[in-house]
Structures are given as structure tokens and as C-alpha cells.
């Protein structure tokens, strides 16, 4: 999420400011040690009333929010909310029982979210894989951590576990900051967020200034997503929506992912049919370079659709940076090379929307008050869990679908600060 918001900032304004990003990281640090310290010590540990009130005040926020809103953002809104508030009951009413279902809470997500990513980073074998699976153990660790109540006996494990948070949260900041130092004066944000990031020229383009400014060209893009169900008989909804599914006879479907903007379509396809069999699909998998093949870029959608099929589902989005799109494109397209999980169609469309991302807050970021509002948006927070996903396994069609669905509604934020306007429906789907 930290990484989401400093690209929605831009790389002019973060490029001179980066040490704000360490210190808020280290004091972050801090914070989460006072937290995690203060809740062994059974003398001078915080009452719990203090940790729900920030919790009451961000569901009230959201409860607020949800009725200015419509469709999926509202049922968004409305699911933070009453998690928080049942939250916020359980830390008053029964401090004890409050702290042990916490800890459970806590523990679980832990758990299956530090068997996720080890799984997903042995199986796809991304760059730096051995080093997410010990990160993975170490955070299933902490999760079952949370299921013992040594040391407070449960008393103290509402601080402790959000104490923990803070600290990961913190250090990962403190990470971001080190690697913004070695921005580039034309780069944008996400080239030092993003691994294989395609490399630009060293010179700025023409009318790119050298601290990294150039003329805006604000338009719409509509991100084409063909799902891998389809008519496709799945085997697991979730499998099916956001890895792959199989067909009658074992073949598999991965879906396919394409952005279309002005004077620019961005479609990577392999130039050769990849065999996607059942039998051999996890070592397909793996982004390892014996994996790569030859790719190709589809000129338009006119001609995909005549080629294959319609879209699925559509998202439209409005406000992007097309000149810092069309550039990213022109550098990406450099290296037809295509690869299932490491550079696939929905890569390029994440990558491609990051570049039009860009800086698109660096103007509203100028009031003190916009980047609270910001941090309490549903929808950042669901674009940030997307990236996250998908830094840990992969982009797929059905992870860059909701990336661009959150994203349809993050970049309204500002205007409808503005002029307290509705958002409209999220997506086209046929």
C-alpha cells in the first residue's frame, strides 16, 4: 500500500522528499516497539479502550462514506465497517475474551497468509523466492505466536499484535526509502518499486525537464480483461478467478489481460501457443527464464477480438498520464520476450497503469488534510492488497481486473473531494 501512495504522489515530489519516507518508517518502527514493549508489562500496559478508538473512528468514517457510494465500493464500505466495529466491541465489552479472539483473528490471517505467499513464491520461483519463503515461516511464526497465551495470557495481545504490525509496516517503509534514494532524475516511482522494470533512455524526452517534469496529458484508458472460466468448466472459484481453470479435455486457460488508450494498445501474447497442459502447468509456472518464449504485441483490439474473442469484462479509467503510458509502452515493447508468470499481458497492463499513475495526486497532495483522507479510502487499501498478491505470486487477469477496478475509483478521489460527487458503476461486464 506504502508503495501504491508514493507512486500516486509521483516521482518529482518523492525524488526530493524520499528521507520523509525513512523517518516516517523509523518512527513507525518506534511507535510499533512502544507498543509491542508497553503490552508485557503488566504495570504501565495501555487499557484497550485506547487502541479502539482509532478503530471506532475509521468504521464511523467508512460507515459515512458507504452511503455517498454505490454498487461494490458500498458493500466494501459497509464489510470494513462492521469489522471494525466488531472489533471495537470485543476490545470494550470483554477486554480477556477481546484480546484471545484477536489473537486468534490475528494468528489465522497470519498463518494462511504466511502459507500463501511461501507456496506461491516456491511454485512460480520468482527473483528473490528463497528469501520470501523465509519471511513466509517467519510470519506463520508470529501467527502461531498468537494462538499462545504466554506471555499476558491474552491480556496484552491486542497491543502486541498491532505492535507487530507497526514494526513490519515500518521496516518495510525504511526499505522503500533506501531504494528511492537511487531514483533517477527522468525515472518514475515504480521503477524502483518494481522489479523488471523496462529501461528507459538516459536522456529525458523531449520536454521532460531534468528534475524529472514533464507536460501532463491527462485521458481515459479502458482495461480489457477475457477471464480464465469463461465458458471453461473450473475446478475451484478461486483457482479459476485468479490462477487458471480447465477445460473438458485438462487444457488449461490462464484469461488474457489488454489496455487501450489514446493512440496506444497494449497486448502481450505469446508468439507461440504455450502448452498448458495439466500435467505440466506447475512447471509452467515457474518464472525462470527456460520458461521464456517469443512474444508479440497485438496491434489493436479490433484485431484481437477477430482473432480470438470480445472481452469479458471492462474497466474504464479516467485522469491517467497517457504521455508517461505511451512512454513506459515504447520501452516495454523494446523486448518481445514473454514469460507465463514473470512478463505476461497482465504485467504489462499493471506496469503500464503504474506509469500513468504517476504524480496523478502530486497536486491535491499539497493540503495537509488529503493524505489522511487518502489513507482511509477502501479502495487504496484493496489496490495495495492486489500489488501485494501479485509481488508474491503474479499478475493474472483476474488480479489486474480488481487492481483496475480499485483504481477506477482511487483516481476519482480528488474531484469528488471537490465536488462531492458519486462515483459511477465499476465495471462493464457482458
Not at 475451484?236 to 489514446?262: K, M, N
Request: aromatic share 10%.
Amino acid at each position: 500500500m506504502v508503495e501504491l501512495v508514493l507512486i500516486l504522489l509521483g516521482a518529482r515530489l518523492v525524488r526530493r522528499k524520499w528521507w520523509l519516507v525513512g523517518f516516517a518508517g523509523a518512527a513507525w518502527c518506534g511507535l510499533g516497539l512502544f507498543f509491542f514493549v508497553n503490552a508485557l508489562v503488566d504495570e504501565f500496559r495501555m487499557r484497550p479502550i485506547y487502541f479502539a478508538i482509532p478503530l471506532a473512528i475509521d468504521g464511523a468514517l467508512c460507515l459515512v462514506g458507504a452511503f455517498g457510494s454505490v454498487g461494490g465500493v458500498r458493500l466494501l464500505r459497509l464489510g470494513k465497517a462492521a469489522v471494525l466495529t466488531a472489533l471495537c466491541a470485543l476490545i470494550l465489552l470483554h477486554p480477556w475474551k477481546g484480546g484471545m479472539i484477536v489473537g486468534f483473528l490475528v494468528g489465522t490471517f497470519l498463518i494462511a497468509d504466511g502459507l500463501w505467499r511461501g507456496a506461491s513464491a516456491y511454485v512460480v520461483r520468482p527473483a528473490g523466492w528463497r528469501r520470501a519463503c523465509i519471511f513466509a515461516a517467519v510470519e506463520v511464526v508470529f501467527g502461531i505466536w498468537s494462538y499462545i497465551p504466554w506471555p499476558t495470557n491474552w491480556e496484552g495481545e491486542v497491543g502486541a499484535d498491532i505492535g507487530t504490525l507497526l514494526v513490519v509496516s515500518g521496516f518495510g517503509a525504511c526499505i522503500v526509502a533506501m531504494r528511492l534514494r537511487r531514483l533517477g532524475p527522468a525515472d518514475p516511482v515504480a521503477k524502483v518499486l518494481t522489479r523488471g522494470w523496462p529501461d528507459e533512455p538516459d536522456a529525458p524526452e523531449e520536454g521532460v525537464s531534468d528534475d524529472g517534469a514533464e507536460p501532463s496529458s491527462s485521458g481515459s484508458v479502458v482495461v480489457h480483461v477475457w477471464t480464465p472460466t469463461g465458458q471453461l468448466v473450473s475446478i475451484r472459484r478461486s483457482v479459476s478467478r485468479y490462477v487458471a481453470a480447465f477445460d473438458e479435455q485438462g487444457r488449461v486457460s490462464t484469461g488474457h489481460a489488454a489496455l487501450e488508450g489514446p493512440q496506444v494498445y497494449i497486448s502481450h501474447y505469446p508468439a507461440v501457443e504455450i502448452d498448458r497442459s495439466r500435467a505440466d502447468f506447475h512447471k509452467t509456472l515457474r518464472a525462470t527464464h527456460d520458461n521464456d518464449v517469443p512474444g508479440i504485441f497485438q496491434p489493436s483490439y479490433a484485431a484481437e477480438r477477430a482473432d480470438w474473442c470480445a472481452w469479458t469484462l471492462q474497466v474504464r479509467i479516467d485522469g491517467l498520464n497517457t504521455k508517461a503510458l505511451a512512454r513506459f509502452w515504447s520501452a516495454y515493447r523494446r523486448d518481445t520476450t514473454y514469460n507465463l508468470t514473470d512478463r505476461n499481458c497482465s504485467v504489462a497492463v499493471a506496469r503500464a497503469l503504474d506509469a500513468g499513475l504517476d504524480g496523478l495526486f502530486a497536486e491535491a497532495a499539497r493540503s495537509p488534510a488529503f493524505l489522511p483522507r487518502l489513507l482511509l479510502v477502501p479502495e487504496l487499501w484493496v489496490a495495495g492488497f492486489m500489488r501485494e498478491r501479485a509481488a508474491s505470486m503474479a499478475w493474472t487477469p483476474g488480479l489486474a481486473l480488481d487492481y483496475a477496478r480499485a483504481l477506477s475509483h482511487l483516481v476519482e478521489l480528488p474531484r469528488r473531494l471537490a465536488r462531492g460527487s458519486q462515483p459511477r458503476p465499476e465495471a462493464t461486464a457482458r
